[in-house]
């Protein structure tokens, strides 16, 4: 497993690599020069000039051991993204503040909807053809037909503004209970019917193995069937999906921190493209690009660790 590991963490840096010419050429070249805009068009040319000094624009873009591109890789493998340009503040420290809130959201978040969707995909798999499997699917294909923003705007309004049930936005007297709360019933009820239509095929086709028929001719208990046997043979696409959608949660979510102003990763986001902030951006590209390749190898892994028939080597 050690060999495997170190061969796919080699295979990660060409990725890593291309991750980093993508975005250089996203943001340096075609974004073009944004001087001007950290100035502002009534500064000095002594102003402009120590601007492009600071960030580096002042120098060679590729073709340079001192390259705008070689300092672009240097600051990325150290994780010095440098300063935000709308507030001057280290893109560093606006992560780590912005970590927290957006993790105590999406956490939760994913938690419900994995606990949700899998148990109810079990049961409604086992009564198939059945009114409560209709009801329920045609309840999950509603939900992926109703947008997202609507589910903001109906919860907002109804349970936080009209029943005062939930805060309306965020203040920072607030604990992380009552800010999130809402949002994490939002995104929850948002998420369930792509995740238990995704569940309840993998329990289908699980329920129409010989296995599942054995077992229930040799009077095993339905819950032992289900979670025992069922639940475990479907770890595989289970895992696929469960573990691929870690890296996104530290990413926070765009629209749950937008409209209910928790200053998360995702507001930030919101917020550097609004302002062109091109640096923040990056940074969160970067660290989303390593968390997606990191999280993949540990998909294979647990492949080897659910199912004995899968070796690494």
Not at 62 to 78: C, G, M, P, R
Not at 131 to 146: N, R
Not at 181 to 199: C, D, E, K, M, T
């Amino acid at each position: 497993m050690i060999n495997y590991v170190i061969r796919r963490l080699l295979y990660t840096i060409p990725i890593v690599f291309g991750v980093l010419l993508i975005t250089f050429v996203l943001f340096n070249v075609v974004g073009g020069d944004v001087t001007d805009q950290i100035a502002g068009k009534a500064a000095s040319k002594e102003t402009r000039d120590e601007i492009r000094a600071e960030y580096g624009w002042d120098k060679p873009l590729i073709f340079a051991l001192d390259s705008q591109f070689v300092n672009h890789i240097k600051n990325a493998v150290t994780f010095n993204f440098g300063r935000s340009w709308s507030d001057r503040e280290r893109i560093v420290d606006k992560i780590k503040r912005g970590a927290g809130p957006s993790l105590s959201l999406t956490i939760p978040m994913f938690i419900g909807t994995v606990l949700i969707s899998i148990s109810l995909a079990l049961v409604v798999a086992f009564l198939r053809g059945t009114v409560f499997d209709i009801i329920v699917v045609l309840l999950c294909v509603a939900g992926m037909s109703i947008p997202f923003l609507s589910f903001i705007l109906f919860g907002q309004y109804f349970f936080a503004f009209k029943w005062s049930l939930f805060p309306v936005f965020f203040w920072p007297d607030l604990s992380p209970l009552q800010y999130v709360a809402l949002p994490v019933i939002i995104g929850i009820a948002a998420g369930l019917g792509s995740n238990l239509r995704f569940y309840r095929t993998v329990m289908l086709d699980e329920f129409r193995n010989d296995y599942v028929r054995t077992a229930f001719a040799k009077g095993l208990s339905t819950h032992k069937v289900l979670f025992k046997h069922v639940l475990k043979n479907a770890m595989i696409p289970i895992i696929t999906q469960v573990v691929m959608a870690i890296p996104f949660l530290f990413l926070g979510s765009l629209l749950l921190e937008r409209f209910f102003g928790i200053p998360g990763l995702g507001y930030l986001m919101i917020e550097a493209i609004a302002s062109r902030d091109f640096q923040v951006i990056n940074a969160m590209t970067y660290i989303g690009a390593i968390l997606f390749v990191v999280f993949n190898i540990i998909t294979d892994i647990c492949y080897s660790l659910v199912d004995p028939r899968i070796r690494l080597e």
